[in-house]
């Protein structure tokens, strides 16, 4: 028969020891990862996290019981000798207790968890806050102050119905606000793909599911800036599908209204006179309708982007073409069906790159000669 | 005598080795055939793990740029499950399971070796679609509308139709093994003395049954979709985005369990043996695989918690409520070494570490079965340690179990004990250092299925940890390689019954002969070979009173 | 060790080849049951789709594009009728063979055959006078959903006329008895198996809506 030598399974040991060292160190070497959620902001967050911890210390338990029992049963019956054990074919009072107890112990968490469900999904009648949230490929545009039909419309485009409506561009996702202590109603709608609304210090998500509109009521209790990503596979630019959400209270929020509603009136700067003009345009995601275009040296240029996309919106971004390396236009957005003129200052000679910088894969050469 | 006239293969003229191997219809090559192709797919899945992980490893783009890595790990959760573990759960059955139930071959030999040849082929058409234009990218779930034509290429289609065929290999075999095991038994098998592992195979068959042609409707819908304008899936044009997840998740629940089933059924055959005991509570454990099979067609929509579209108490209880028969099965193998006479081989030491493993993945499905916290991890790492848990911990564990248990019967040859060991320890390792951080990744907030995360995101560390850990597993399964080829080019160990085991597949020789029985012995318990060997005298009644089949 | 068939107690080598095949159903035909199984869940897959999408249109329903109606072709009561009678009919053929009266069977499948294949010819007309009132697999929802269902029901209709075919040439060089039916038996359990998805069809598609 084969048997371990005695040096192998002292090693075993050994490798065992160290990679439960190794395993904990990770652990606690984190910078913000450890076994709890990070500290939950809103009111239901809160909940949730009692709820983990009550689940996480019964897991624990059961977790330490049972490895517990195995690594018993594994040093204390290994073999001694050739004698048959007792053939103990089972034990009904035994299997009745392991069947009885984890049923007990799963009914309980059970009814502890619809208890928070109850409070974490209700709905407030009169929240203080809607904000309608639509996600794109790739990129979240955030409506304040959009009309009541959002409630069920499924295919909206916040903008001029709105008060204002927020973009972010490239990775840098548009920056929300919202007022502490109040309750906050988030609609979330899809122009494509499915993508999911994630603030992790919120403890919660919800997809944003194309053909339906979802929402959830939230009452944020700690100011801070929090970061939120999509959490739904939504293509090749779901890595990158971030926004930004900043908690203060209300009278800094309703400043902040204030200047974004007067933020939106304001017309874009009309086109320098004289400048020289590049035609854009747009029909999918895929790519721009040409892919390279020139352009004299040292005039300002007029990029006149159509977006015949019918479903998400685009922009046109110079790479490489301020004097500090920086990007030129690109905002705003053109919408699904708009045509925006974007005014570029005088380029030097050389080749640049254009790019929308919400679908990155977008690109086309610009000569400048 | 008598008996060669049952075997399908004595063939009265010389054929080619290769010949044989391509036209057989005897179940045992067909089992090893399998076995041997799943393993292939699992390094292929394997390396397209470990470039995931390579590129993880830090922040910004290494080597897979985002529409490769989007392909990488679709492909590589399409493989794993359905060209790794399916195939190879359903080799070992096809190999083990006529021989436990003491038959000569599969109920129907040629659907048989069908079931078999569909499987590379399939494969390669679900491969092929790397050098047409790119693998599917939706994820192995390939949620509507990101699979739709409109925004996922050729490869999707490739993707359908593999698995469609896949599936039709699926349903074939999950009809001839439950053919088999119904018609095939040996005088005195009656069910409630067929080895666990038979019973396992059984309800896995059911739900295969049960199960894939709904994912079959499904990949058909989807196929209309994007080539005949169908509008299904489509709610521009009238359809339900959700209704596909419905679909998917219907089948995709069982589907778990379909991987997992056979797992417990290898561990409840090793266990017994290197612990010289019966298996403890085999009726509970019969009960428990019934209701874990019935019960795991009414759990689909815990993976639909965070859609805001499905009933969320039912889902939630019927999901906590699964964790009571595998719990049942948990305990009844701790109970099956309690009081044995323990020996540590490679396969104990794997069905060890699957019990340590499994467990951790279990009890984080049981935090997901809570909504309120599925709400917080739905589509984070955690799942994905959960899913690993289980399946690589648990599927996968079980499978190398069973291939250091079974490859002495195959071949005649054991496998080295000195590698196997090193094999297990590296992996027990590499796997709980790959695996648990994801859990800590997951709290924190780290999505899934990103190709790239800030660097100031606080996740690098355990990345690198879990990166370190995948590599660790990659040496593990090279140990194991080795071990395979040189034992292969070696002599033969092994005896016909090297484990002093207790199923008929033990009382042949190794490896059994084309018609696989010259004589059974007689069968009065679930452990036949047992009671030849020690004579019954003494433990008489082998199963415990009030098991009502006794003669 | 020493090797334990030289202990071996029982020796069964003729029961090896077919365990307990004598008993109970005959291997085959549980396999076309179990195989029935599968393509029940498949429908029931299609099925599921319908309703779920069904239940979400409420009155609203066919959804159709706009102008367009969908009008039922008075044709499929008779095809219903014929499709029902037809499983009588092989039934009866069944009936027969199990008796030895192989002409009976003959005659029975003959007969079932043309009948599956006027169900066909039904469905043909049925999806040309669809289209002229401009309803498709593409288009609306209700297309893709009547198209693919009673498309693949008739791809297995289709099916059963081949299998049916294939028992009647082995059926007139006399291959069938009393007692070795079994491909009979299989091709008529298939052949209800179809009938009854078309009842589930004719009443969800044509009766209820
Ligand atoms: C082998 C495969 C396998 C197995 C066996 C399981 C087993 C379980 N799974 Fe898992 N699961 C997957 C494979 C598997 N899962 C995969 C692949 C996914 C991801 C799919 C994707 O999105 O890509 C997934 C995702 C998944 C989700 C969705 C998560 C999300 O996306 O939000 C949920 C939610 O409830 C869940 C729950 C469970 C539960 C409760 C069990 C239970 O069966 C576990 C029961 C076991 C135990 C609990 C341990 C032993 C029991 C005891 C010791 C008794 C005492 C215990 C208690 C009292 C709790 N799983
Ligand atoms: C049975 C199923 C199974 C198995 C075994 C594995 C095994 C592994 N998986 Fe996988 N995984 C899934 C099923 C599985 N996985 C599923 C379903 C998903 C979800 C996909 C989705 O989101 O759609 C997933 C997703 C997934 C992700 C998440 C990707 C993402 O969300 O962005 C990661 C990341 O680390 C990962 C890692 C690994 C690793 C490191 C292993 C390792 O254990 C792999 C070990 C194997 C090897 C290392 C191969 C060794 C071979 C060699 C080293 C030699 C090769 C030599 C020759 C070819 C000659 N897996
Ligand atoms: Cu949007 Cu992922
Ligand atoms: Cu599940």
Redesign the interface.
Known sequence: ?????HR??Q??KV??A??LV??LA??C??????????SPVTEQGV??QD??RF??AI?TA??LL??G??VW??LR???????????????LI??AA??VI??LI??V??V???Q??GK??AKSAAPDVVVDVVGFQWQWTIGYGCPDSYDSA?NVQPGQDCDFALTGAGKQGPDLHVPTGQTIRFRLHSA???H?F?V??F?????V????V?SFDVVVEQPGTY?G????????????M?LSLTAEDRGAYDAWYAAQVEGAKQTPAPTQAGAFTINLSATTAAGFDQTAVSAPADTPLAIVFQNKDQTVQHNVTVLNAGPDGGSAAGQPNAQPGQTVTYAVPPLKAGTYTYICSIHPNMTGTLTVQ | MATTALSPRVGAYPRSRVYEWLTTTDHKKIGIMYITSAYLFFLVGGLMALAIRTELAAPGTQFLN??IY?QAFTMHGTTMIFFFVMPMLAGFANYIVPLQIGAADMAFPRINALSFWIIPFSGLLLFSSFALGGAA???WTS?T??SEAK?AGTGQDLWLAGLLLNGVSSILGAINLLATIFKLRAPGMTMLRLPIFVWTVLVTSVLLIFAVPVLASGLVMLFIDRNYGGAFFD??AGG???LWQHVFWFFGHPEVYILILPAFGIISEVLPVF????L?????FVLATVSIGVLGFGVWAHHMF????VF??FF??TT??I??PT??K???W??T?????????TAMLFA?GF??SF??GG?DG??S?????D??L???YWIVSHLHYVLFGGSAFAIMAATYYWFPKMTGR?LD??LG??HF??M??GT??TF??M???G???M?R??????PN???Q??NV?ATFGSYLIGFAILVLLWNIFATLRGPRTAGDDPW?ANTLEWATTSPPPAYNFDRLPEIRSERPLFDLK?GGAG?APA??SG?GSQP | MTATTDVLTADHPAELAQGHGDRGINTALLGMLLFISSEIMFFAGLFAAYFSVRARYGSHWPALPEGVEFNINPLVIVATLILLSSSGVIQWGLGRIRKGDRRGLNRAFALTMLMGLAFLAFQATDYVLLANEGISLNGSIFGSLFFTMTGFHGAHVLGGVIGIGIILSRGMTGQFSARNHVAVEAVSAYWHFVDVVWIFLFLTLYVLR
Not at chain 2, 306 to 309: D, I, Q, V
Request: hydrophobic share 50%; with cysteine; net charge neutral.
């Open positions: 028969m084969i048997r371990a030598p192998a399974r090693s075993l490798v065992a160290a990679s190794a395993l990770g652990a070497q984190a910078d913000s990862a450890g076994i709890f959620p990070p909940l949730t709820l983990y689940v996480f897991a059961i977790f049972v490895e029992l195995i049963a594994v019956y290994r073999r001694r000798d050739d004698r048959l054990p007792v053939q103990t074919h089972g034990n035994a299997e392991w069947t984890p049923a799963v009914i968490l059970f502890m968890s619809m928070a469900q974490i999904e499924t494509d793909v499915i999911a994630y992790p210090r403890l919660y998500k919800k997809d599911i194309p053909g339906r979802n970061a990503q999509c959490a739904e596979l939504c293509g090749i630019g779901h890595a990158g971030f | 985002p529409d989007n990218a939706g994820g949620y509308p990101l925004y709610p521009a339900d985005t959700v612990s010289r005991k019966p403890f509570g085999y009726k509970a965070t859609t805001g579209a969320l108490p939630s209880i906590f409520l964790s009571v719990g049942v948990m305990f009844n701790i109970a070494m309690w009081r044995g006479k323990l020996r540590f081989t060890v019990l340590a467990l951790i009890l049981a935090f079965a809570s909504t309120p916290i709400f917080a739905q589509d984070t054991f004990e000195r060991k090193v320890a590296i027990f390792v709980h250092l648990f951080p859990h800590l990744l709290i924190s907030g999505p299925r990103i190709q790239d995360y800030a995101a606080g996740w560390d355990l940890l002093d020690h433990h199963l415990p098991e």
